[in-house]
C-alpha cells in the first residue's frame, strides 16, 4: 500500500485546490497524518472513509473552520493559509453543512439573498422584494432548482428541496470556486437524491465548479464523482478516477483494510 | 443537463396558493386573533348596551394604545427570541427624568428629547448586558426593572407628583383625549414598515430564526440585537411621557412589571413566538384590542375589581390555548389530540393544507 496513494492524473496548473502534507492533531490523537489531495476544475470529488478517519477534519480545514498543524494549500497554484471561514470564503471556497444552515422562517428569495439584498430608498434600505423574487426565480430556474414558489417559506420545504436551496445560495457567491458538500443525500428519498445529484452534476458540468462531495454511501458517490479518495488513519490511501475502479472494487478495498486493521488490532 | 429531466415535475409540488389562501396560510395567527377580537365584541355588545357606544370607543382607546405601544416596543425584542422586562418600569422612570432635566433648568422641550436618550441609553446598557455579558436578557432586563423601580422611588421620595408642561405640547403628548390611539396607529405603522419592509427588518427575523446562519451571512448579530433592546426601551419610555400627560399625575409607586407583561401578552395573542423568529406589529395590534376588550369590557359588565383580573386571566388562557391549537393542526408538525384534529379538519377547509400537505 503506498501511503500518498497514486497521484492519478494530471496534478499541477490544472488543479484549483491542492494539498501537500497537511497534518493536524488535537491533543495525542493523530487525526490527519499527511493528506495529499488534488481537485481539477470542475471536478467532483468524493472522499470516502470510516468514522475518524479524517474526512470531517479535512474538510474543516479547507472551510477555514481549523489550522493544520502542518502541511500547504494551494489554491490555483497559490499558497493559501484561511484564517477564518469568511476568509475561506472570500477565496471562493463555499460549504454545505448538514444543518444547511438556513433560516426557516423566511421565504426561499430571502433566504438566497440574506444580506445581500437588493435595496432602494438609500438609508432606510427599503427591500425591493420584487427585484428580488424575480432574480431569485432567474437564478434556481438557470441552475435547474425546481421549487413551486420563491415564496414559501424554506420550513415548508421538503429536506431535498431545501438541501437544493442551500446548495443554490452557496453557488450564487460570484467568486465561488470550490463547493464542499457535507452528505448532501443523507436522509433523502429517490427522488430528492435525484435532484440533487443532478443539480451537483449540472453545477460541475454546466458552472465549472468544482466540487467535494463527503459521503458514507458508496453507490452515491459513485452517481456523483469523477474521482474517488479514500482517507484511512488521516491519509488518502486510494486515489482513483471512476474510469479506473468499480463499486465493487472500492467495496472490496475497504472490506480487506478493514480486517487487515482488526488484525493489527487483536496483535496488539 | 437539467435538473427538470431528472426530477418529474410533480415532486412535492403543491399547487402554488392564491393570494388570499397565502394571506390566510401565513397569517393564521392574526386571523385568530381576529376572530378572537371580533368574538369578545359580540360578546360585550350582546351582554351590554354600553359597549358598541362612542363613548365607550374613546374608553377602549384609552386601554388599548398603551397595550398596542408596548406590544410594538416588544415585538422585536421577541422575534429575536430576547425579551425586555423592563419596558414597563421604563414606562414609569421616564416622565420623572423630564422632571428631572427641567429642574436641572432646560426647558421641557428638550427635558424631554433628553429623557428619551436617556431611556435610549438603557436600552443599549439591557442591549450590551445580554449581548456582550451574556447576560440572558430575562434576567439582565429584570435586573434592570428593580434598579429603575429603586431610582424612581428614591428620587421622588415615592410621592406622586405632576408631569411638566402644558399647552398643544402636551395635548400631542398624550393630552387630548385619542392623542395616545393617533400615536399607537402612527407608531405601528412606522414599525410594520420597518419589520417587513426594510433589511433590518428582515435581519431581525433571519436573527431570531437562526442565530448561526444569520452571522455565517455576514449580519451583525449582535448590532441587531442591541438595537431592539434600545427601540424597545425608546418606545416604552415615549409611552410614559404620553401616559405622564395623559393621566395628569405620575405615581412612582406604580409596578411596571405589569404593564411589560400586557405588553407580551398583546404581542403573543397577536401571534409572535415567546421562541423567536415569528411576529408582526399588526399581530400585536391586534393583541392589543383583544385584551384591552377584555379590559374594557368586563368592567362594562361590572364584573367587580378583584374578579377582573381572574376575569382577564382566564381569556387569556382561553384565546391562547385556541391560537396555539390552530397553529399546530396547521403546521407542518400535524396535529395533536382531538381537539388539534378537529381544528385541522375545519381550518383545512380553508387553506386547503390538510389534504396537500407534505408529511415529513
Given at each position: 500500500m503506498t501511503p500518498n496513494g497514486g497521484t492519478n492524473?494530471?496534478?499541477?496548473?490544472?488543479?484549483?485546490l491542492r494539498t501537500e502534507q497537511i497534518s493536524m492533531s488535537f491533543g495525542p490523537v493523530v487525526a490527519l497524518r499527511s493528506v495529499d489531495l488534488h481537485l481539477q476544475r470542475g471536478e467532483v470529488l468524493g472522499l470516502v472513509g470510516d468514522n475518524g478517519a479524517g474526512k470531517s477534519t479535512l474538510v474543516k480545514i479547507l472551510t477555514g473552520l481549523y489550522r493544520p498543524d502542518g502541511g500547504r494549500i494551494y489554491l490555483e497554484g497559490e499558497e493559501v493559509r484561511f484564517r477564518s471561514v469568511r476568509h475561506a470564503r472570500q477565496h471562493g471556497i463555499e460549504t454545505v453543512f448538514q444543518?444547511?444552515?438556513?433560516?426557516?422562517?423566511?421565504s426561499v428569495y430571502h433566504n438566497l439573498f440574506l444580506n445581500r439584498e437588493n435595496t432602494r430608498g438609500g438609508w432606510f434600505r427599503f427591500l425591493d422584494n420584487r427585484a428580488m423574487r424575480a432574480a431569485a426565480r432567474r437564478f434556481l430556474d438557470d441552475i435547474g432548482v425546481d421549487i413551486?414558489?420563491?415564496?414559501?417559506?424554506?420550513?415548508?420545504?421538503?429536506g431535498g428541496q431545501r438541501q437544493a436551496i442551500a446548495v443554490a445560495r452557496a453557488v450564487r457567491?460570484?467568486?465561488?470556486?470550490i463547493l464542499l458538500l457535507d452528505e448532501?443525500?443523507?436522509?433523502?428519498g429517490a427522488k430528492e437524491k435525484s435532484l440533487i445529484i443532478g443539480l451537483i452534476k449540472s453545477l460541475s458540468k454546466k458552472a465549472n465548479i468544482s466540487i467535494i462531495v463527503i459521503d458514507h454511501n458508496y453507490t452515491h458517490l459513485f452517481e456523483i464523482c469523477d474521482r474517488i479518495n479514500v482517507i484511512q488513519r488521516g491519509q488518502v490511501t486510494m486515489d482513483k478516477s471512476l474510469s479506473e475502479i468499480k463499486l465493487e472494487e472500492l467495496i472490496e478495498f475497504m472490506v480487506q483494510s478493514f480486517r487487515r486493521e482488526v488484525a493489527t488490532g487483536a496483535a496488539k | 443537463m437539467s435538473l427538470n429531466t431528472l426530477a418529474?415535475?410533480?415532486?412535492?409540488?403543491?399547487?402554488?396558493?392564491s393570494g388570499i389562501r397565502r394571506l390566510i396560510g401565513q397569517h393564521l395567527s392574526e386571523l385568530v386573533s381576529i376572530l378572537v377580537a371580533v368574538a369578545l365584541a359580540i360578546f360585550f355588545t350582546s351582554q351590554s348596551?354600553?359597549?358598541?357606544t362612542s363613548d365607550n370607543a374613546l374608553v377602549l382607546s384609552q386601554f388599548i394604545a398603551p397595550f398596542a405601544i408596548f406590544a410594538l416596543a416588544e415585538v422585536p425584542v421577541l422575534i429575536l427570541g430576547e425579551i425586555d422586562l423592563s419596558v414597563g418600569q421604563m414606562y414609569i422612570v421616564s416622565p420623572f427624568f423630564v422632571t428631572y432635566w427641567n429642574n436641572a433648568g432646560v426647558p421641557v422641550w428638550p427635558s424631554i428629547v433628553l429623557a428619551l436618550l436617556v431611556c435610549c441609553g438603557l436600552g443599549l446598557i439591557n442591549g450590551l448586558v445580554t449581548v456582550?455579558?451574556?447576560?440572558?436578557s430575562f434576567i439582565a432586563t429584570l435586573g434592570m426593572a428593580f434598579a429603575l423601580r429603586g431610582i424612581v422611588l428614591i428620587y421622588s421620595n415615592g410621592a406622586p407628583t405632576n408631569p411638566i408642561g402644558s399647552g398643544m405640547l402636551v395635548n400631542i403628548l398624550?393630552?387630548?383625549?385619542?392623542s395616545e390611539a393617533f400615536w399607537a396607529l402612527g407608531l405601528a405603522a412606522m414599525l410594520h414598515v420597518m419589520l417587513r419592509g426594510t433589511t433590518f427588518g428582515l435581519h431581525i427575523v433571519a436573527v431570531g430564526g437562526n442565530t448561526e446562519s444569520a452571522r455565517e451571512s455576514g449580519i451583525g448579530v449582535d448590532y441587531i440585537k442591541i438595537w431592539c433592546f434600545v427601540l424597545c426601551a425608546l418606545l416604552g419610555g415615549l409611552m410614559g411621557i404620553l401616559d405622564g400627560y395623559h393621566l395628569g399625575s405620575l405615581d412612582?409607586?406604580?409596578?411596571g412589571l405589569t404593564f411589560t407583561f400586557y405588553g407580551v401578552t398583546s404581542a403573543v395573542i397577536g401571534g409572535t413566538a415567546l421562541t423567536g423568529g415569528r411576529g408582526t406589529m399588526v399581530g400585536a395590534c391586534i393583541g392589543a384590542c383583544v385584551l384591552g376588550m377584555i379590559k374594557d369590557g368586563f368592567l362594562i359588565l361590572g364584573t367587580s375589581s378583584f374578579a377582573l383580573d381572574l376575569v382577564t386571566g382566564l381569556t387569556i388562557l382561553l384565546a391562547m390555548i385556541l391560537n396555539v391549537q390552530i397553529e399546530r393542526a396547521t403546521s407542518m408538525r400535524g396535529p395533536r389530540g382531538s381537539f388539534g384534529q378537529a381544528v385541522s379538519l375545519v381550518f383545512s377547509i380553508f387553506t386547503r393544507r390538510g389534504k396537500g400537505r407534505v408529511r415529513p
Amino acid at each position: 500500500m503506498t501511503p500518498n496513494g497514486g497521484t492519478n492524473g494530471p496534478a499541477g496548473v490544472e488543479d484549483v485546490l491542492r494539498t501537500e502534507q497537511i497534518s493536524m492533531s488535537f491533543g495525542p490523537v493523530v487525526a490527519l497524518r499527511s493528506v495529499d489531495l488534488h481537485l481539477q476544475r470542475g471536478e467532483v470529488l468524493g472522499l470516502v472513509g470510516d468514522n475518524g478517519a479524517g474526512k470531517s477534519t479535512l474538510v474543516k480545514i479547507l472551510t477555514g473552520l481549523y489550522r493544520p498543524d502542518g502541511g500547504r494549500i494551494y489554491l490555483e497554484g497559490e499558497e493559501v493559509r484561511f484564517r477564518s471561514v469568511r476568509h475561506a470564503r472570500q477565496h471562493g471556497i463555499e460549504t454545505v453543512f448538514q444543518d444547511l444552515a438556513l433560516v426557516d422562517e423566511l421565504s426561499v428569495y430571502h433566504n438566497l439573498f440574506l444580506n445581500r439584498e437588493n435595496t432602494r430608498g438609500g438609508w432606510f434600505r427599503f427591500l425591493d422584494n420584487r427585484a428580488m423574487r424575480a432574480a431569485a426565480r432567474r437564478f434556481l430556474d438557470d441552475i435547474g432548482v425546481d421549487i413551486p414558489s420563491v415564496d414559501t417559506p424554506v420550513a415548508k420545504l421538503s429536506g431535498g428541496q431545501r438541501q437544493a436551496i442551500a446548495v443554490a445560495r452557496a453557488v450564487r457567491q460570484e467568486k465561488i470556486k470550490i463547493l464542499l458538500l457535507d452528505e448532501p443525500l443523507a436522509a433523502m428519498g429517490a427522488k430528492e437524491k435525484s435532484l440533487i445529484i443532478g443539480l451537483i452534476k449540472s453545477l460541475s458540468k454546466k458552472a465549472n465548479i468544482s466540487i467535494i462531495v463527503i459521503d458514507h454511501n458508496y453507490t452515491h458517490l459513485f452517481e456523483i464523482c469523477d474521482r474517488i479518495n479514500v482517507i484511512q488513519r488521516g491519509q488518502v490511501t486510494m486515489d482513483k478516477s471512476l474510469s479506473e475502479i468499480k463499486l465493487e472494487e472500492l467495496i472490496e478495498f475497504m472490506v480487506q483494510s478493514f480486517r487487515r486493521e482488526v488484525a493489527t488490532g487483536a496483535a496488539k | 443537463m437539467s435538473l427538470n429531466t431528472l426530477a418529474p415535475r410533480e415532486v412535492s409540488r403543491r399547487i402554488p396558493a392564491s393570494g388570499i389562501r397565502r394571506l390566510i396560510g401565513q397569517h393564521l395567527s392574526e386571523l385568530v386573533s381576529i376572530l378572537v377580537a371580533v368574538a369578545l365584541a359580540i360578546f360585550f355588545t350582546s351582554q351590554s348596551p354600553n359597549f358598541f357606544t362612542s363613548d365607550n370607543a374613546l374608553v377602549l382607546s384609552q386601554f388599548i394604545a398603551p397595550f398596542a405601544i408596548f406590544a410594538l416596543a416588544e415585538v422585536p425584542v421577541l422575534i429575536l427570541g430576547e425579551i425586555d422586562l423592563s419596558v414597563g418600569q421604563m414606562y414609569i422612570v421616564s416622565p420623572f427624568f423630564v422632571t428631572y432635566w427641567n429642574n436641572a433648568g432646560v426647558p421641557v422641550w428638550p427635558s424631554i428629547v433628553l429623557a428619551l436618550l436617556v431611556c435610549c441609553g438603557l436600552g443599549l446598557i439591557n442591549g450590551l448586558v445580554t449581548v456582550k455579558l451574556r447576560v440572558p436578557s430575562f434576567i439582565a432586563t429584570l435586573g434592570m426593572a428593580f434598579a429603575l423601580r429603586g431610582i424612581v422611588l428614591i428620587y421622588s421620595n415615592g410621592a406622586p407628583t405632576n408631569p411638566i408642561g402644558s399647552g398643544m405640547l402636551v395635548n400631542i403628548l398624550g393630552g387630548w383625549s385619542w392623542s395616545e390611539a393617533f400615536w399607537a396607529l402612527g407608531l405601528a405603522a412606522m414599525l410594520h414598515v420597518m419589520l417587513r419592509g426594510t433589511t433590518f427588518g428582515l435581519h431581525i427575523v433571519a436573527v431570531g430564526g437562526n442565530t448561526e446562519s444569520a452571522r455565517e451571512s455576514g449580519i451583525g448579530v449582535d448590532y441587531i440585537k442591541i438595537w431592539c433592546f434600545v427601540l424597545c426601551a425608546l418606545l416604552g419610555g415615549l409611552m410614559g411621557i404620553l401616559d405622564g400627560y395623559h393621566l395628569g399625575s405620575l405615581d412612582p409607586a406604580t409596578d411596571g412589571l405589569t404593564f411589560t407583561f400586557y405588553g407580551v401578552t398583546s404581542a403573543v395573542i397577536g401571534g409572535t413566538a415567546l421562541t423567536g423568529g415569528r411576529g408582526t406589529m399588526v399581530g400585536a395590534c391586534i393583541g392589543a384590542c383583544v385584551l384591552g376588550m377584555i379590559k374594557d369590557g368586563f368592567l362594562i359588565l361590572g364584573t367587580s375589581s378583584f374578579a377582573l383580573d381572574l376575569v382577564t386571566g382566564l381569556t387569556i388562557l382561553l384565546a391562547m390555548i385556541l391560537n396555539v391549537q390552530i397553529e399546530r393542526a396547521t403546521s407542518m408538525r400535524g396535529p395533536r389530540g382531538s381537539f388539534g384534529q378537529a381544528v385541522s379538519l375545519v381550518f383545512s377547509i380553508f387553506t386547503r393544507r390538510g389534504k396537500g400537505r407534505v408529511r415529513p
